[in-house]
């Protein structure tokens, strides 16, 4: 089992920058893809980004050149840089890690964008 723990949301002004952490623990050595999603109230949760083995990044297409996917290993953390936010950002973002067809969830972590 994994477990993940997100962290680093905030209130920030449209144009404004956050770092979000998922901090990783359990099983994580069996981890095939790590992930970025977020909800935004009353909508579906989306994919946001994410990272494979090999440092494979995908992005969603309102996201890209925006915000970056990356991990830390010796850590077992991942990171999403988030940067030009824009008021549509807001949302609450999750965490995920795959691995034998199974999806762990962290408990997600609140970014506020104001205009």
């Known amino acids: 089992q994994v477990q993940l723990v997100e962290s680093g949301g905030g209130l920030v002004q449209a144009g404004g920058s956050l770092r979000l952490s998922c901090a990783a623990s359990?099983?994580?050595?069996?981890?095939?893809?790590m992930s970025w999603w977020r909800q935004a109230a009353g909508h579906q949760r989306e994919f946001v980004a994410h990272?494979?083995?090999?440092?494979?990044?995908y992005y969603v297409d309102s996201v890209k050149g925006r915000f970056t996917i990356f991990r830390d290993n010796p850590t077992n953390t991942l990171y999403l840089q988030m940067n030009s936010l824009k008021p549509e950002d807001t949302a609450v973002y999750y965490c995920?890690?795959?691995?034998?067809?199974?999806?762990?969830w962290g408990q997600g972590t609140q970014v506020t964008v104001s205009s």
């Open positions: 990272i494979a083995r090999g440092n494979i990044t």
């Open positions: 359990g099983s994580i050595n069996s981890i095939n893809v």
């Open positions: 995920a890690a795959d691995r034998s067809g199974f999806r762990s």
